[in-house]
Each structure stands twice: as C-alpha cells, then as structure tokens.
C-alpha cells in the first residue's frame, strides 16, 4: 500500500515538473513585439528559400487563407526565394526599390493578358535565413548582423520588416531549444514581430506525429507542413483565429482543422495574445 502511494505521488510530482518546464520555457519566451506595428497591410513581401516555395509557396497557401475569410481584407502577396539561401545571399534592398517587382500579372483566365498595376509599394518584409544558420556557429553571428541590416533597411523603405522563426528537423526535435532562444531575443533585439512557425511545427508534430510535416529530408514541409507555416503567418498578420477558414488547399478537412486548431493555440500562447 505504501509502495503505491508514493508511486502515485511520485507520478504527480514528475508531471508537475514537467508541467513547470513547460510553463518556464513559454515564460522565458517573452516577445516585445506581440502584433502587427502597422494598422493595415495591403501588401506583403516574402524573402526566403526553399522552406518558403515548397508545395506551390507558401505566400499561395496563405492567399487561400485570406479569400476564405470575408472579415480580413485583401493583401498583394509576393515571393522571392533562392534554394538553399541564407539572408546575405539576398538583396534586400534592391527588392524595394526595383519598381518593376509586381508592376504586372498574368490575368488568372490565361489569356494571354498582363494585368498591370502602378502601385508596388510593399507594406511589409517577412524574412528568413536558412534553417541551420541562426544557430550554427559559423552562421550565427552573420545571422545576427544582417537582421538588423535588413530590419533598417526595411524600415528606411517605408515598411514594416518581420522575422520568420524556423523549425526544428523531424529527427532534430531538440532544436527547438536552441532555435526558441535565439528568434526571440533576435526579435526583441530589432523590435520585429516575430512569426512563430518553428514553435507550431515543434508543438504539432508533439501532438500528433501521424501527420508528417515534412518530406522524406526531414526538413523541408510536406503540404501539410507549408499549409501550417501559412496558417501561422495568418493568424500573426491579422490576430484571427483560422480555426473552421475554408481555405485549405486541398487537405484533408480533418487534418486541416487539426492544423488550424494547434496553431492558433501556439499564436495565442507563444505570443500572448487573444485571437479573434
């Protein structure tokens, strides 16, 4: 009798202290910057690599996102990626000032049509470096300086520049540690909004690993992963729940609803905020 009380006790114990190390580690992870500094973004610039352009982009998946909710309004959405890129193989710079950069489209019926626009003015600058480097110590410091070179630059531009938090590898749980660390005192240290992507993979594929987020690499999203990754840009930009949003790409509805569940919880939490 006595052997089963204390294990019982010592059961309560160890899933209290876990309980604790959770909240610790969400405790530790305090953003400065919880919404968007802008009241409204029309448009919107992805720069990145391939953890952006998998599975037709990402900037497409959170279109759909958008279409299907009629209380969000519209954003011009546009992509640039280099495979394999880190932040100094981009220029900034020159995407913000190049007045040809969304200038015109393809007409969405295929007729042979350009469909001009005069106003390319970007509202905002989501960026990423590779998935490795801001926690690489050959990268890191690198890392570092050109977040705050492309934050003032973003800024000098006129529009608001945000960074994106990538996620750990499948068979890498443990980087989450590391990656959590580092974004968010990178954010807290340039007064960027910080887009927690990484914070939802690691929390999904916790929760439910039969649903594979990546690809056979281990790092790089399945649809499922890119359509997550959307879902948090989502719920980041516009403070909106996607939970129940129609907009899901061709997913199975249960798995997508999964997703949209596990991420507004992990945006509500991580950045301490009400979604609506």
Known sequence: MTKCIRRFVSQKATK???????????????????????EKISSLMLVG???????NSLHNHLGDLIKNDPNVTSMKRRSIT?????????????????????????????????VT???TKIDAVIFMGCSLC???????????????????????KNAEPMLFMSWPYKNKPEMINSLRD????????NNLLLIPAGEAFYRFNSSYPEI???????????????????????????????????????????????????VDKTVSEFMGITLK
């Open 49 to 55: 690599n391939s953890f952006f352009y998998y599975n």
């Open 212 to 262: 594979d987020l990546y690809t056979k690499d281990l790092r790089h999203p399945s649809k499922e992963g890119t359509y997550l990754a959307a879902a948090v840009v989502f719920a980041s930009l516009y403070g909106k729940a996607t939970a129940g949003n129609p907009g899901i790409m061709g997913l199975d509805p249960e798995v997508a609803l999964k997703i949209q569940t596990s």
């Open 134 to 156: 801001p926690i690489h110590p050959d990268t890191k410091d690198t890392f570092q300086v050109y977040v705050q070179k492309y934050s003032e630059i973003i800024r000098d």
């Open 16 to 38: 209290l202290s876990l309980a604790l190390i959770i909240f610790a580690t969400f405790s530790n992870a305090s953003l400065d910057i919880k919404t968007p500094k802008s």
């Open 82 to 114: 280099i495979n394999g890129s880190d932040l100094p193989w981009h220029d900034i710079e020159s995407y913000l000032s190049n007045e040809y950069i969304g200038s015109f489209r393809i007409d969405t019926k295929n007729n042979n049509k350009y």
């Open 182 to 189: 580092v974004f968010v005192n990178t954010a807290n240290k």
């Open 117 to 119: 626009s005069s106003n």
